[in-house]
């Protein structure tokens, strides 16, 4: 799968405790935190972008 380059940078302000926390979870699964972010940002917008699925509607049991 061929990607884009990157060439637009988005700045994310973050309290400091939230950056190493980030920060340990991309180390965590062998990413750099900017690489780990974008896939989880872009994964969210894949998600937001999906239809709504319908509203189930609640099961009835009949009575016996």
């Not at 380059?5 to 699964?29: F, G, M, S």
């Not at 990413?31 to 699925?53: I, K, Y």
Request: proline share 8%; charged share 35%.
């Amino acid at each position: 799968m061929a990607t884009s380059p990157k060439t637009h940078a988005l700045l994310i302000r973050l309290a400091p405790e939230d950056r190493v926390r980030l920060q340990r979870i991309a180390e965590a699964n062998f990413l750099e935190t900017s690489t780990w972010a974008r896939q989880v940002l872009l994964r969210a917008a894949d998600e937001a972008e999906r239809p709504a699925a319908p509203p189930r509607r609640a099961s009835r049991k009949r009575a016996r």
